[in-house]
């Protein structure tokens, strides 16, 4: 170890911050080292002088003076205007609070009416078998009336394929349709 | 008053009493509290301006930068340590800003270093002519180790809590102060010789 390094822990000792092993080194060292027994002399005297450096003779009439400027400044305008907003602070806080509050419950109530808007209707509550089994239970034996309802029935299908999204047409032709349609295939026409 | 102030026992206002009437506004309050500390507030930036003007200014900011921060003191930390780092901190910004390092003013009438007894009126003399060049020499040290030089060495902070209010670790400080104490040691040896030879 060199005197590099205990003119460090001279230092830190001066400090009061040296542990006691450290300082049980360093008074070893300081027995056998007369440059660092002389480094230490001359900074325990500049600690002193230091020390004086700091005692500072300050006139009571400028501290006066200081008092004044201090309590003017803390009376004037600006200092007002801190005041009041330091006053009001509590109840700004509340106010944002109200506020944030209610805009949550705004966004939330956005979000369900949005995703409730999305869900599917109920189904029909009568199923299509019964309101079918109902229909033929009416028309029982009138073969005109039979044969409307079928008239209908076909209707409804042929207007149900061709709003599809992608309808197979043909499922909604008669007999003569579809040999038409053979025979266009036949010939080589486009469909 | 006492009621604002939440008074002690004693019919003294207590510091956590004032604090928390300045916390909701109460200039009355804070401006007791400035009263308590202005002093050594005042001192603590002069050892480091060695200006009586610039630190006067810079007391009254510190204290007006405080009332407008207060909301933002914990309780847990003293109201001392707290306005003391605000202190500093303006203070060294304000060295930094100013780039008032060199050529600075000396102290004037109203406030001036006394210096402490000699051993002889020789011995006087030569003490006197090392405390200015001290005074000289501390002043023209790099400002990272000037304050840490005036924290430790005047104003009796250990090396943690110089750390704590220069912002940099303990280590650094124990450096920077074996660093300071090394120039200084360098730059008046002629003079600490002449007082060693003085004293016994």
Sequence with gaps: MTCRKYERWISDN???????????????????????????????ILQDEA??????????????????????????????????????????????VGAAVLVFALVAGGIIFFFMSKTSPDPWPVSYEDSLAQILGEIGEDTGLAESFNQVLQASIGEALLQAESPTFWEGLDEEGVELMELDIANGREI | MNRIMGASNE??????????????????????????????????????????EDARD?????????????????QGAGFYTWIYRIAVNSTLNFLKKKGREKNRTEFREDVDSIS??????EGESIRSELGRRLAEAVRDLPLPFRSSFILVVQEGKSHADAAGILGCSENTISWRMHKARKVLQGKLKPYLDEVRHDVP
Aim: hydrophobic share 35%; charged share 25%.
């Design chain 2, 58 to 74: 810079l007391t009254q900011e510190t204290f007006m930068a405080a009332f407008r921060s207060l909301r933002s003191f914990r």
């Design chain 2, 116 to 121: 402490g007894p000699g051993s002889s009126p």
């Design chain 2, 11 to 52: 019919g003294t206002p207590s510091e956590t009493g004032l604090l928390a009437a300045a916390r909701n506004g109460s200039r009355e309050a804070f401006s007791i509290l400035a009263r308590l500390y202005q002093e050594r507030i005042f001192r603590t930036i002069l050892r480091f301006t060695r200006n009586p």
């Design chain 1, 14 to 44: 001066m400090d009061g911050q040296l542990s006691d092993r450290k300082k049980a080194t360093l008074s070893g060292h300081l027995e056998d080292c007369a440059s660092c027994r002389s480094y230490e002399k001359s900074l325990k």
């Design chain 1, 51 to 96: 020390g004086k450096l700091l005692q500072l003779n300050v006139q009571p009439e400028f501290m006066k003076a200081l008092s004044k400027r201090l309590e003017e400044s803390l009376y004037s305008k600006p200092a007002a205007r801190v005041a009041k907003t330091i006053r009001h602070a509590g109840r700004w806080k509340w106010a944002w």
